[in-house]
Structure formats: C-alpha cells, structure tokens
C-alpha cells in the first residue's frame, strides 16, 4: 500500500529520472527533488563518465528493503555495448512543516547514496 514503494513502481520510476539524467537526456534540477546535494553532485560526476554520448537503457531494477523507511537498489543500466550497476540508497524523509524561508513538503525518498560498479 502507500508508504511501501519498494512493492511498487516508484524504484522503476526513480531509476527511469536517474538514468536520463545521466544521459544528459534530463536537466540534473529534476532529480533535486529525489535527492540530497551529496547524492545530487556525485549523479552530476557520474553522468559524463557513465553515458559518454550513449543512450541508456533501464535493463533491471532490484529494489530491497533492508530497514523500515530504507531501499536499497541495484540498477543495470546498459549504455551502448557497456552494461552498467549502480547501486543506491533511499531514505523515507518525515514531512517537515513549513519554517520562515522554507515550504512545507510531505514525507517523501530521497537518493541518499549512489555507486557506480
């Protein structure tokens, strides 16, 4: 049900916005949304390295749940003839309520960690 995405299509989703947006195929300002500066910066490093010019292709998505509001994923992306792991870390973050200078926003995941094998 809601608040159980690792049984739904929200990881295939997630790994969709991640891989084009490593293609360059996204603006790196859509994924902000999905995840923190760190994870965000290292996406940005990864891109030109991973997609070189190629267009992904999303070939598996495994999505585990380790811990109550954690999923871990392992994506295989091919690039061209190049195939690809990536391994991420999501974190459910609470809602937080809306502070002078900040909205408010629901409870949501967020990309916390992303490797690349």
Known sequence: GPGAPADGAWPGQFAQV????LAGSRPPRQISTWATDRARARIQRLGPMLAAGQRPQLRRVVAFRPA????????????????????????????????PGHQARGARWLCTEVEAA
Do not use: D
């Not at 991640?18 to 947006?21: D, G, I, M, P, R």
């Not at 509001?69 to 809602?95: K, Y």
């Open 18 to 21: 991640l891989v084009e947006t």
């Open 68 to 99: 109550s509001g954690v999923i871990e994923m392992t994506v295989v992306v091919s690039f061209g003839p190049r195939v690809r792991a990536l391994a991420l870390r999501l974190e459910h973050s609470p809602p937080h309520r809306s502070l």
